[in-house]
């Protein structure tokens, strides 16, 4: 199948479709908050010091071994190694992350939208009863908006690489840069915005200590689509003329400069509206952030704007979030699709049936974990609680996972690959890099402190989140 692959017809669509894929959920609401939790000015500043230092270079290996392969991760793995079996598990482990977040995705972005069609109808005051989030996930009504979900994100997919993937991206990603920035616009506007905007970025390194850093680090890592073979899958798709390096790197400034951007909306909003906000008490979580405090934040604007005027603001907020949810949906979806295709011989329609089927059982059993049925809510038990069977697959995949799997790139690239190969695939079509200092620092980094810091991160979550203890103190 390689032979006729399908390819971007840009660098500027590649870029778009692996920027629309980094910039998510998590970008613009999760982030912001932690970070004003967490140092605010300090934070932003170590988060961009991993991302230039640690995952960039994760991220170029990830994107090298796509493209020199040209196959989806399973098969990067089979081809770079040489056919290895060991390394299998490895690709395997690449598809299936994928494959399992795009099932806890879905369930979010489905909410996601849920909210988006309620504030189209003038639901904005219901959405802002502190009690309506717990009903409306438990309603059948979800499933209605699932099977809405999952027709555009197959619409887009079953158009391929360019019809669909490309175009998508480039009609969303600059949508929604357009929608933040006149939503920035507004809320700075608004009464005691500036207090909001101080705490984002004053720092305060005294809220450094080792969690925050893990922290930081995994949300770099999420947020940047790394170690979800996200990156493999899209690099496969580009041209030996292009220039990963340069690709990488924009695709990385763009996810952190949105993140940034949206703080710059979230925090004078949740100032404005209560100008005494203890930010040690927000929830870190974007979940309950997005659907439980900003639609009363949103409705509150109608002191200003009137409740059509607060209405319009909140359908533009979630259109956003939406926005940046379905490209990223995409994009996880991709990486499944592929492997059907390269590795079984699928068609395009049948990889994307096989997996509506598959992800579209999973979503329903994961939606159905929230209190509609019990064996689903209580699904397990570890880690000195029940967890339903939601949790599970995100404890498992997100926390857990990730951070393997960008382990197994950095040993794979180094010690199975090497060094050498990873370099010529990177100089092509960036011939400044070859012998470069970054060259050195991947080099450098890449086989020695990068996989070890992966290393520790996941012991370390597999010590506190399943058996309630901590190795290593935070
Ligand atoms: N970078 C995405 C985000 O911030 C992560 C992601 C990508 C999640 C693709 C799911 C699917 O939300």
Redesign the pocket.
Known sequence: MSANREHFSSRLGFILAAAG???????LVGFPVSATKNGGGAFLLVYALFVAFICLPVMMAEMAMGRKSQKDPYGAYKDLSGGDKRWSIAGGLAVLT?FM??VF?MVITVWIFGYLVQTAMGNLDALANPSHFGQFINQTSVFWYMLLVGLIVNLILVGGVKQGIEKAAKFLMPTLFVLLTGLVAYVLTLDNAMAGVRYYIVPDFSKMDASVLNGALSQAF????LG?G?LMTYASYISKKDDIVGGAKMVAIT?SLVAFIAGLMVLPAIFSFNPATNTDELSESSVSMIFEFLPKILLATQSDIGYVGASIVAFIFFLLVFF??IT??V??VEVPTSALMEEKNLSRKTALLVLAASTGLLTVLCTMSFGMVDWLTQFVNYGGANKSLFDLVYDVFYDTILPLNGLMVCLFVIYRWKKSNLNAELEQGCEHYKGSFGEKYVNFSLSTFIPVILLIIFVNTVSTKFFAFSIFGF
């Open positions: 894929s980094a910039v998510g959920i998590g970008n994928p977040i795009a995705y999420f947020s940047l689509s979800m996200i996810d940046a949810a990223s949906l994009s996880i």
